[in-house]
């Protein structure tokens, strides 16, 4: 089975640091990008960045360029998301997707089932 | 960034009612449009990509229309389940834009 298994919810106080992770399975790690969307209480889908772990090319939303680092490690089919200094706007709900790119087809086809980040003082 | 603006917001249908949502982009993203499905607590589900064509196992009551900058989501003839939040994103270039959402509720 197509997976992709993310790391248990989070309760931080700001300014901690943080490292979620994304894990596949049941298909090429390195041959699919892997893409963090956040989710703010309530609110809709934020397309934060994308990496491929084939090679480690990271593209960034500008609005989350700085904010946080996308990287991977091929070797265990795990991507991550991190932050080195949490403020309480970072509370929210982070999903990483698999994008499938064939043809003119260009989505994310598989989810985690989100991690919950809290950061409150 | 590329703007994606959905209505209505918020929809009330009853089951087996068709309904229909509507997708707008700021600027063209020609065929480059991908719909989501959200229920409450779980992550989204992909329905449709490239404007019209259905993910596989999604049932064939979905189906999706448009292209240039105006898109459409519908769902021939509601079922129960179908009761969720419906998003579409763009993927004509990065960042990858979500829509904000229609919430589709019973009536």
């Known amino acids: 089975e197509v997976q992709l298994v993310q790391s248990g919810a989070e309760v931080k106080k700001p300014g901690e640091s943080l490292k979620i992770s994304c894990k596949g399975s049941g298909y090429s790690f390195t041959n699919y990008w892997i893409g963090w969307v956040r989710q703010m209480p309530g609110k809709g889908l934020e397309w934060m960045g994308i990496i491929y772990p084939g090679d480690s090319d990271t593209r960034y939303s500008p609005s989350f360029q700085g904010q946080v680092t996308i990287s991977a490690d091929k070797s265990i089919s795990t991507a991550y998301l991190q932050w080195s200094s949490l403020k309480a706007s970072d509370t929210a709900m982070y999903y990483c997707?698999?994008?499938?790119?064939?043809?003119?087809?260009?989505?994310?086809?598989?989810w985690g089932q989100g991690t919950m980040v809290t950061v409150s003082s | 960034d590329i703007q994606m603006t959905q209505s209505p917001s918020s929809l009330s249908a009853s089951v087996g009612d068709r309904v229909t949502i509507t997708c707008r982009a700021s600027q063209s993203i020609s065929s480059y449009l991908n719909w989501y499905q959200q229920k409450p607590g779980k992550a989204p589900k992909l329905l449709i990509y490239v404007a019209s064509s259905l993910q596989s196992g999604v049932p064939s009551r979905f189906s999706g229309s448009g292209s240039g900058t105006d898109f459409t989501l519908t769902i021939s003839s509601l079922q129960p389940e179908d009761f969720a939040t419906y998003l579409c994103q763009q993927s004509y270039s990065t960042p990858y834009t979500f829509g904000q959402g229609t919430k589709l509720e019973i009536k």
């Open positions: 997707a698999r994008r499938f790119v064939g043809g003119t087809k260009d989505a994310f086809d598989i």
